[in-house]
């Protein structure tokens, strides 16, 4: 069976961990297919939650990778209790699953170091690219799906006239919630797109229609800045990762594959992703809710060398694309009121010469939106293909809009060069 070939000890793995986190009470199961939801009661989780000790949960904890945001209210912080249980939880076929999947569950590919973060897994795009640069979609979709249910009728193959073969890394999820709180026009602000101020620098400003609202908003999450928010990312990842259709996406894909033979695959009917009777909550609901109130991993040790560090990587022009903090708008949350976000990223899309040749969304073949680099320690390998496997190559591969700063890199005295390995480091 195609389930083999995933690691599903990892996430079982996973999950133990997690269940430090799910404090007592039983955790409702949410069904999904359609039989299913009828049978549905109060039947527990597969994940045995670890009973903590009651009390505030948020406070004078230790923070840890996977912790929620600190200052949250007990209801957050049961919304982000039950997020996480659907986070870690494995799809069965009956469920919804498939007919063509990555993987079988979120935490499956955002696991390290902690639930949320990231997995050594990464998928397959492709499509046709012209010597003009003008990008084809072949078959429906770009995105390949890597295994397919028994019997295997829908199993996707990649189409021989497709030019362009790229692979993806996954993005750790921490402090997702405030990029999301962050506003559209905060991001407009350093966009450049023409390079008026001439420093070779232009990011663009992905401009996307958010499926959740209808609104032209700015994308800033995924590889290609396709969305705006963890509603509609979850809701994407959710049909496009596992093939559970939801409200926001209700039709099964798999490109290649003829949307009636993809019926036949899977014949529960859509959307799958069914609100559980307990909670009232969807799928796509308990999973915003758990990255909205994930907190951003914690610097690690910051030494005189990394603050130094800091400001080599200002003085050469890093900066200019990695900005360091931005800041989120006014929220009647207090928790993502007017707070700084130090991801180190401006969000935009650039031509930095990595680009994957393919076109999604508002993003053009050649262009990747700036990674933020917090939580940098903890991610390996880098760039959005995995191409890179530490931050000198990740650094020596940029190029195009980036060339000015790598320039300046390359003539770094070998201190310099430490100074600034060691603030990376830090991050
Ligand atoms: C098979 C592996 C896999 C699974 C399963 C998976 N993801 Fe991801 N995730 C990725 C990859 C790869 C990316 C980068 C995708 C891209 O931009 O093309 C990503 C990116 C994301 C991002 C963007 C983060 C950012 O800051 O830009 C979000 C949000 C996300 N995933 C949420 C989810 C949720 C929610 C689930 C479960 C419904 C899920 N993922 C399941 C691999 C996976
Ligand atoms: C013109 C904008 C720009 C400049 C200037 C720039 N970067 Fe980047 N950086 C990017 C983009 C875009 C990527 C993603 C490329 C990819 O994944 O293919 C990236 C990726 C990275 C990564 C890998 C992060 C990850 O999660 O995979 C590191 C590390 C990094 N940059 C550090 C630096 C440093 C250090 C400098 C200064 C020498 C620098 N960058 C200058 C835009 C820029």
Same mark, same amino acid.
């Given at each position: 069976m195609t389930m083999k070939r995933t690691p599903i000890l990892a996430v079982l793995a996973s999950a133990v961990l997690a269940g430090m986190l799910l404090a007592q009470g039983p955790l409702p199961r949410r069904a999904r297919a359609r039989a299913e939801r009828v049978a549905a009661g109060a039947s527990s989780q597969a994940t045995t939650p670890v009973p903590l000790a009651p009390g505030p949960v948020t406070q004078g904890r230790p923070s840890?990778?996977?912790?929620?945001?600190?200052?949250?209210?007990?209801?957050?912080?049961? +919304? #982000?209790?039950?997020?996480?249980?659907?986070?870690?939880?494995?799809?069965?076929?009956?469920?919804?699953?498939?007919?063509? #999947?990555? &993987? +079988?569950?979120?935490?499956?590919?955002?696991?390290?170091?902690?639930? &949320? =973060?990231?997995?050594?897994?990464?998928?397959?795009?492709?499509?046709?690219?012209?010597?003009?640069?003008?990008?084809?979609?072949? =078959?429906?979709?770009?995105?390949?799906? %890597?295994?397919?249910? @028994?019997?295997?009728?829908?199993?996707?193959?990649?189409? @021989?006239?497709?030019?362009?073969? !790229?692979?993806?890394?996954?993005?750790?999820? #921490?402090?997702?919630? %405030?990029?999301?709180?962050?506003?559209d026009e905060e991001i407009l602000a350093l966009s450049d797109p023409g390079d008026s101020n001439?420093?070779?620098?232009? =990011?663009?400003?992905?401009?996307?229609?958010?499926?959740?609202? =209808?609104?032209?908003?700015?994308?800033?999450?995924?590889?290609?800045?396709?969305?705006?928010?963890?509603?509609?990312?979850? !809701?994407?990842?959710?049909?496009?990762?596992?093939?559970?259709?939801?409200?926001?996406?209700?039709?099964?894909? &798999?490109?290649?594959?003829?949307?009636?033979?993809?019926?036949?695959?899977?014949?529960? @009917?859509?959307?799958?992703?069914?609100?559980?009777?307990?909670? &009232?909550?969807?799928?796509?609901?308990? #999973?915003?809710?758990?990255?909205?109130?994930?907190?951003?991993?914690?610097?690690?040790?910051?030494?005189?060398r990394a603050v130094r560090g800091e400001t080599v990587f200002q003085s050469i022009g890093c900066a200019s694309c990695h900005v360091p903090v931005l800041t989120t708008g006014r929220n009647s949350n207090p928790v993502f009121?007017?707070?700084?976000?130090? %991801?180190?990223?401006?969000? %935009?899309?650039?031509?930095?010469g990595t680009g994957d040749g393919i076109e999604q969304s508002s993003a053009a073949p050649n262009e990747i939106r700036t990674p933020a680099l917090w939580g940098l320690r903890f991610r390996r390998p880098l760039l959005h293909d995995g191409s890179a496997a530490n931050p000198e190559q990740a650094v020596l591969r940029h190029g195009n809009e980036a060339a000015g700063a790598v320039e300046r890199y390359r003539e770094l005295a070998t201190d310099e060069k430490a100074a600034l390995q060691a603030f990376l480091d830090s991050l």
């Open positions: 840890q990778p996977g912790n929620p945001l600190p200052g949250i209210t007990a209801d957050e912080f049961e +919304l #982000f209790r039950i997020g996480l249980a659907d986070f870690v939880e494995v799809e069965q076929a009956g469920e919804g699953l498939g007919p063509v #999947f990555n &993987g +079988l569950g979120c935490a499956q590919c955002h696991a390290t170091p902690a639930i &949320g =973060g990231i997995s050594p897994v990464s998928e397959v795009r492709a499509g046709y690219l012209d010597e003009d640069g003008a990008f084809t979609v072949l =078959g429906g979709d770009t995105l390949y799906h %890597l295994f397919s249910l @028994p019997n295997q009728e829908c199993q996707p193959s990649i189409p @021989p006239e497709a030019n362009v073969v !790229a692979r993806r890394i996954p993005i750790p999820l #921490f402090g997702a919630g %405030l990029v999301e709180a962050i506003p001439a420093d070779g620098i232009s =990011g663009r400003a992905a401009l996307i229609i958010d499926v959740a609202t =209808g609104q032209q908003r700015v994308g800033r999450f995924g590889w290609k800045s396709q969305h705006a928010t963890l509603l509609a990312f979850g !809701a994407d990842a959710y049909r496009n990762e596992m093939g559970i259709t939801n409200d926001l996406f209700r039709n099964e894909v &798999g490109a290649g594959i003829d949307p009636e033979a993809l019926r036949l695959c899977d014949p529960a @009917p859509d959307p799958e992703d069914a609100r559980e009777p307990l909670t &009232g909550l969807r799928g796509i609901d308990a #999973f915003e809710a758990f990255m909205k109130f994930l907190a951003p991993l914690d610097r690690g040790p910051i030494g005189e009121d007017r707070r700084g976000v130090a %991801l180190y990223s401006d969000l %935009l899309l650039h031509d930095v």
